[in-house]
Structure formats: structure tokens, C-alpha cells
């Protein structure tokens, strides 16, 4: 059997130095952007202000535009990061409408990854994994072929056979592949997600009211 420890480290590494690579359709300056957007969140004033508003609408000062994202970019990375739960259909509309979906796919998608990786270190007594250099290098530019209208806010994978988290960022592959490596690794580990008998330390139901906590505490859209 797998070490787990050594393959959520290497998930980790592997997340890191996805996120200083080139995306799906933004650059490596634009992702580590996000990654720095992300963190800033949890001490941004107008964040703070509108967790605390019994609506979000309630507060509208907006995010202006920072190092390589425009604001509406950082927009969503900040709502990602610290109101997931009260985002609405109508917002996230009008920001695909500025930003392209798959952009606004990959925003979301490296900001959930850096949301975890950071979530990760506080839980586990580190410090925070500081962002690497960028590499050089142009985005993949390429939307896949098997996605489609899945009844979600952006096109998704038609395939029925893959969990809905596995398919959440189907339309930006290259993000996709980081998350997933994360997903497997702390929680789903591979094919043993559909073994409903777990030989672990935790039972399969014990981790799964974990997971289910834990979504609730952190307002997980999902």
C-alpha cells in the first residue's frame, strides 16, 4: 500500500509547482496572481465587511485590479476564497460574461487549490508553502472536446461515470490534473473511493462525516 504521508506530500509539491506553471488560459504570473489574491483575502477590509453583512449585496465597495488580473479576476478569487457559500448564479454569470468561462473556470479552480494547500499547512502546525518563481511559457489555450451542459455554471464533463468533484474543472484540464492529485490524495485516494470499506484509521463513514463537517464549517459550495 501507497505511504499516504509521502503521497500527500508529493500531491502538495506536485499542486505548488502546478500553480507556478503556465494554465489552462492564464499565465504563470497570472496564477500565482490568484495564489496571492487568495491568501490577502482572509485580512481584506471588504471581505471582512461582507462576511459580516447578513448579504453580500450589502457591501459595495469592490476589489480593484491587481499585478496581472483585472478586477473582476480578483473578484472572484476573493469571493471564492473566503464567502463560497452565498455565491449566486446571477454573479457568477456576470463574470464569465467579463472574463470568459474558462477563465473564470481556472480562477476558481486555482484559488481552491491554494485554499487547500493552505488550509492544510494551519492544520498541520506549518508554515505556509511561499509561492516559487514563475515559469515562462504560454497557457494551453485548449478546451476539451468531451464537455458540455451538465445543469452547472460552466460546461463540465458529459461523462456520468466520474464524481462530480473530479469534474467541477473539467474544462480546464491542466488545472483539473493539480486539483484532482489533491482531491486523491487527501481524501478519494484513487479507486478506492468506490470501496465502501475503508482499511484505514478512520472508517469510510467516519471520514466521510469528517468531510462533511468540514464542508459545512468552511461554507463549500459543493
Known amino acids: 500500500m501507497r505511504d499516504v504521508g509521502t503521497w500527500i506530500d508529493e500531491a502538495r509539491r506536485e499542486a505548488v509547482e502546478a500553480v507556478a506553471r503556465p494554465g489552462d488560459w492564464l499565465t504563470a504570473a497570472e496564477r500565482l ?8 483575502a482572509d485580512h481584506d477590509p471588504i471581505d471582512r465587511a461582507r462576511r459580516a453583512a447578513i448579504t453580500p449585496a450589502a457591501v459595495t465597495d469592490r476589489h480593484p485590479a491587481s499585478g496581472h488580473l483585472a478586477a473582476d479576476a480578483v473578484d472572484v478569487v476573493h469571493r471564492v476564497a473566503t464567502d463560497p457559500g452565498r455565491l449566486t448564479r446571477a454573479w457568477a454569470d456576470e463574470r464569465i460574461a467579463a472574463l470568459g468561462v474558462e477563465t473564470y473556470t481556472e480562477l476558481v479552480g486555482v484559488t481552491a487549490i491554494v485554499r487547500c494547500l493552505d488550509t492544510f499547512a494551519v492544520a498541520a502546525g506549518e508554515e505556509p508553502v511561499e509561492p516559487p518563481p514563475p515559469v515562462d511559457g504560454e497557457p494551453a489555450r485548449h478546451r476539451p472536446d468531451d464537455v458540455g451542459d451538465v445543469g452547472a ?6 461523462d456520468k461515470t466520474l464524481a462530480n468533484v473530479s469534474r467541477t474543472l473539467s474544462l480546464v484540464p491542466e488545472t483539473n490534473r493539480a486539483w484532482r492529485g489533491l482531491v486523491n490524495a487527501h481524501y478519494s485516494r484513487g479507486d478506492e473511493f468506490l470501496d465502501l470499506n475503508w482499511d484505514r484509521s478512520l472508517t469510510r463513514v467516519q471520514v466521510e462525516a469528517v468531510a462533511a463537517r468540514t464542508t ?7
Open 33 to 40: 496572481d490568484v495564489w496571492r489574491e487568495a491568501r490577502r
Open 153 to 158: 455554471w460552466v460546461p463540465q464533463s458529459v
Open 216 to 222: 459545512a464549517e468552511l461554507d463549500c459550495f459543493y
